[in-house]
């Protein structure tokens, strides 16, 4: 059908029509009756989907502008910070902290591999840093690590954590205050099913008097903490997007939390069956866990970017190619934010006609099958 789209990406992601209509209503204004309630209510909402009595910090500014509010806030010229990497993110956070003029300790995994604990415990001992920083959900790869093991890690040595949950939050588990994490980042644009344009930061007591001497001002937590606390933003918030999230929230909390992170399970078991069914290898981890984004290797012989490309051009679908090294390798298909099973199928069927085209040895339709009684049949612990 000419002109359908489908967004099938680990963000953006599609946004719910309820949350468009929110989007389109009259623009008002942030210091108003108007806007002050929905504000309010938004931030009380992102600290219950965020699993925190804390400030939540709300930043005009995609994710990597959050995070970088943490780098500007607790990062001072000099300082040791501890950065795992095992991806593209990783990666960006350990540049952007040695831009900040840190005493980086890279503990650098290949693309795809999980980081281990028990390794940070030791980097720790060996050389003292002031925080830990890691991700949370690595979109690249699709690997999540478990984050309980790290905070105990991070803690034992007496550094913070900062973790970056920007493709994670409102898909996989994040206790933020039950885990001991000090710093949670995010954005509008994942799970949280909001266009891009909001970044979020859960910022502990320790993390906020843990700031440093970095140059900032419109990322200064302190300014932007006060300024929320009487509802009233320290700059002119996008207020539609703010009005969008509330509502976006709204539908995560009136589903339950609970329900949400098994419907995503459920999704990553839908997503992987289909794919092994097909013939394909996944890339990324055949756990539970792997539930943000599926990524698997194109067939021998057959490029990544020919099956990205022949989606979008065939059936206006748009999936995500491999990043760096990985692109025109593996192709990944995002599963969060508004997403049932029927866009897993969409996808996969898809999928199965271009690399059929491509040449590819694939039975048609075995991919649908199995997606779908991996959801049916997935009981979720
Ligand atoms: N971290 C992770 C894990 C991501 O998936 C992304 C976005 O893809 C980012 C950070 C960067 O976020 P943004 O593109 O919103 O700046």
New binding site residues.
């Given amino acids: 059908m000419s002109g359908k789209k489908y967004l099938f990406t ?2 953006p992601s599609p946004v719910p029509p309820e949350v468009l209509a929110a989007l389109g209503e009259p623009v008002v204004h942030h210091r108003s009756p108007d806007f002050r309630p929905v504000y309010e209510r938004c931030l009380a909402r992102l600290r219950e989907v965020c699993r925190t009595e804390r400030d939540v910090l709300l930043f005009t500014a ?4 959050a ?1 970088e509010s943490a780098v500007a806030n607790l990062v001072s010229p000099g300082e040791p910070q501890l950065v795992v990497s095992c991806g593209n ?1 990783g990666e ?1 956070w350990a540049a952007m902290t040695a831009a900040y003029g840190a005493e980086v300790d890279h503990l650098r995994y290949a693309w795809g591999e999980t980081p281990d604990a028990d390794d940070v415990r030791a980097r720790l001992r060996e050389r003292p840093a002031k925080a830990v920083w890691i ?1 949370h ?3 690249s790869t699709g690997v999540v690590t478990e984050l309980p093991p790290f905070a105990a890690a991070a803690r034992e040595a007496g550094a913070l954590i900062v973790v ?1 949950a ?2 994670s939050l409102g898909a996989v588990r994040c206790e933020t205050d039950a885990w001991g994490l000090d710093v949670v980042v995010s ?1 509008s ?2 799970a949280l099913m909001t266009p ?1 344009g909001l ?1 979020l930061c859960a910022v502990s007591k320790a993390a906020l008097a843990a700031t440093g001497t970095s140059p900032r001002y419109y990322f200064d937590w302190e300014r932007t903490r006060k300024a929320q606390a009487s509802l009233d933003a320290a700059f002119t918030p996008p207020v539609s997007l703010v009005a969008g999230l509330d509502v976006a929230l709204g539908l995560l909390l009136e589903e339950g939390l609970d329900a949400v992170l098994d419907r995503h399970i459920r999704l990553g078991r839908a997503c992987r069956a289909g794919a092994k069914a097909m013939g394909l290898e996944l890339f990324s981890p055949d756990e539970d866990r792997s539930a943000v984004v599926t990524a698997m290797r194109a067939p021998d012989g057959i490029s990544s970017d020919d099956v990205v490309r022949g989606l979008r051009d065939r059936f206006g679908m748009t999936i995500a190619n491999g990043q760096g090294d990985l692109k025109g390798k593996i192709f990944r298909l995002g599963h969060i934010g508004w997403f049932d099973v029927f866009d897993i199928t969409s996808a996969l069927a898809a999928v199965e006609i271009v690399l059929a085209d491509l040449g590819a040895d694939v039975e048609r339709g075995v991919a649908v099958t199995a997606a779908l009684e991996a959801y049916e049949h997935a009981n979720v612990a």
């Fill in positions: 680990p963000g995609s994710g990597t502008g995070f993110f960006r991700v959900s690595e979109t970056d920007v493709s954005g644009q994942k891009p970044g």
